[in-house]
Structure formats: C-alpha cells, structure tokens
C-alpha cells in the first residue's frame, strides 16, 4: 500500500489550504483544492469556484497544461467518477495523463465513497490516501457537505454575542450592540458561506432584520428561514417584502392559521409545515425538510428560545461565540440559551475541541460540538 512522503503532506497542506480559502462557494457542493507538481515544482493550482462550473482538479489541470503529463496530482478530497452539473474528474485526470494521485479526505456521499479511486487505479494511475492530521483537517472543510452526505441534513453552526456575564441581551431586551463592528463584519462572512441563516419569530418581530450577507464579494445571499409556529411574521417586514429577491422559508406548525399562511406564500415565502409534540421536535422535522430540499448549512442566530430548541433537539454541530468586554447584570437578563436544557453536569454537551482569537476588542470562541 502506498503511503505519503513529507513532500507529498507539503502539498496535501497546499491543497487543504486552497479548499480553505473558499468556504461556501461551491455550495452543495464540497470545497476542494488541487495542485499538480512535476519534478518537485508545483505547475497548477486549482479551487472549485462556484457551483455548475468546473472541478478544483479541472481547473489544476488547466493551469499546469502539459506539465500535467506524468506529474502528480494532490487533492483535498478524492475525485468524483459521476456525471453530475459536469463531466467526472477522474476522466480529465486520466486524460491529462497524470501519473498519481494523492487524496487528503473520502467523499462521504453515495455517488463517490472510493469509486473514483478505483477506477484510477484500475487505469493504472497510482492512488495514495492520506491519514492522519491533514485528513482530519480536510474532513473539517466541509463538514456541511459531510453531515449532509451522511444524514441528509443540514450541519448548523450557532453564532452568538454576548457579555462578559453571558448575556446576549439587558432585561428590557436590548441587544445592541454588544459585539464591535469587527465581530459584526465576520459574522456577515459566515452567512456568505452557508446555504441559510434562521432566527426565530421573536427575533423577527423585535429587530426586522433582513439577514442578508452586506459585504463586498457576495456571490449569492443564503436563504432566509424564520421559525414561526403560529406564522405571525408580518407581511410588511423586509424579509416578506425581499422574499422575491432573497429566498424566505417560514416554518410553521400545524397550529397555524391557513390564511396567514396563505398570505405569507402570495407574498414569496415557502412555508412548510414541521410537525411533532414538542419544539425540538420540530425542529428536527424542519431539518429533515430543509435538507430534502438541498440545504446543507445553516448559521443559527437566535435568538435564545429557538437557539435552546436546537440545543434540546441535538442538532447543533458547531458554536461561534462573541465574547464582548462589557458586563450586564440582572436576573432577568436573557441567556443565549433557553429550552429544557439538562439536570446534570454530567448530562452536559460537551465541545470536541475549542480554539479562540481576537476581534477588535471582542474574543471568539469556537467549539466543535461534532465531526462528521
């Protein structure tokens, strides 16, 4: 079995790297990055730029031309061998005449898990997974596109601000602004990256907010998802009146009045209809039906009665939070997380692994409470 140099993790790291860089583009679609070397000299490098057009190992293998002859080819995650939006990338590999290939991470999904390396090798071109650190890191690239391959569900990162004394908002509910404008400018970057961003009726109804991505380079705006068991949320609100623009699914319970409902289709929302007993309940029918519908990622703003539904429904992969350097107070000061929640400590979810850096003035703190 062939296993991987130093030089060949070099370039692993190369390509996992690349993949990086493009959280969300290629959205369904998984991020991958590719470089070629011939004689120990790197001749192409390559990203899945936009979902439709060509594969990160397509566009390598343009850019190194020739040189792609013989060389070797390093890729985050293994090769498509399907036809889908475009043609298979183990037929370009093959024709290009690379050599070897060396793969960071598997294609969890049912049309790839190994075929295409098999079909490399078959033509005899030399295959080499790689294990260890860099495949953990190019699994964590796309763990939207892993949980949903696996699940059928959409992976949910939440993302909070709140003070010192863990409050995301004063008793009389005012929120603004506990993080810097800095942490505010990265949170519009994470909802360029993801297919969604959800927040609750309360939230709706208290801020009209538009949840749009507002930054330079946006390709495409995520879609907008309220969660509305009673379908309150006014036709008048920007995100009604952008639902022809921006993309609005309102999630309602069987509880809802037809006509608001009915309302809220004539005015370009999708409504869908969650059931259960409970709202976490609920909300793991609403994921089921978000993800039926192709949607793999979802950034989970609140606010802290549906945020406590996620929690108590399982159903949170990832938490990004802003720590701000102010203090509160109050007993009746709003938690980032409400719901039932647990009895136990020991009951406790506990964070896989955690890392922090600086924004302006604030902290974000990241935990991974799952790895797909």
């Known amino acids: 079995m062939p296993t991987t140099t130093d030089t060949d993790l070099r370039h692993l790291a190369r390509a996992v790297e690349l993949a990086e860089e493009q959280p969300g583009r290629a959205t ?32 390598a293998i343009a850019a190194a031309g020739e040189a792609a002859r013989g060389a070797t080819l390093y ?35 049912e049309k790839a898990s190994g075929r295409g390396l098999g079909i490399l090798r078959d033509e ?26 696996r699940t059928g569900l ?43 961003v959800a927040v609750g009726v309360g939230t709706a109804l208290a801020d009209d907010p538009q949840l749009t991505a507002r930054i330079d380079g946006v390709r495409r705006q995520p879609r907008r998802i309220v969660f509305d068991s009673l379908a309150r949320l006014p036709l008048d609100s920007k995100l009604v009146s952008a639902a022809h623009e921006v993309p609005l699914t309102v999630v309602v319970s069987r509880a809802a009045d037809r006509r608001d409902t009915a309302a809220l289709e004539a005015a370009g929302a999708d409504v869908i209809v969650a059931s259960g007993e409970h709202e976490p ?20 703003e609140g606010g802290p009665h549906l945020a406590g539904a996620f929690l108590d429904a399982d159903a949170i992969d990832e938490v990004r939070l802003f720590l701000a350097p102010m203090l509160v107070g109050g007993r009746a000061a709003r938690d980032p997380l409400e719901g039932k929640g647990v009895d136990r400590i020991a009951d406790a979810t506990r964070a896989l692994s955690m890392s922090c850096e600086r924004v302006d003035q604030d902290l974000v703190v990241s935990a991974l409470l799952k790895e797909w």
């Open 281 to 300: 309940a609920r909300v793991r029918s609403a994921l089921v039906q978000l993800g039926d519908q192709g949607i793999t990622s979802i950034l989970l």
């Open 75 to 109: 890729v985050s995650l293994e090769p498509c061998a399907h036809h889908g939006r475009t043609p298979p990338c183990t037929d370009a590999i093959l024709a290009a005449g690379l050599a070897r290939v060396v793969v960071a991470s598997d294609d969890p999904s």
């Open 124 to 149: 005899g071109v030399e295959v080499v997974v790689a294990t260890g650190e860099v495949t953990r890191r190019a699994r964590l690239v796309n763990q939207a596109f892993r949980k949903h391959a």
């Open 154 to 196: 959409p992976w949910v990162l939440f993302k909070s601000a709140m003070t010192l004394d863990g409050k995301v908002a004063t008793p009389t509910g005012d929120s603004k602004w506990i993080s810097g404008e800095a942490s505010r400018r990265l949170a519009h970057r994470w909802r360029a990256s993801v297919d969604a």
């Open 28 to 59: 369904p679609n998984p991020n991958v990055g590719a470089v070629i070397v011939a004689d120990g000299e790197v001749v192409g490098e390559g990203v899945h730029e936009r979902y439709g057009g060509p594969h990160a190992e397509v566009n």
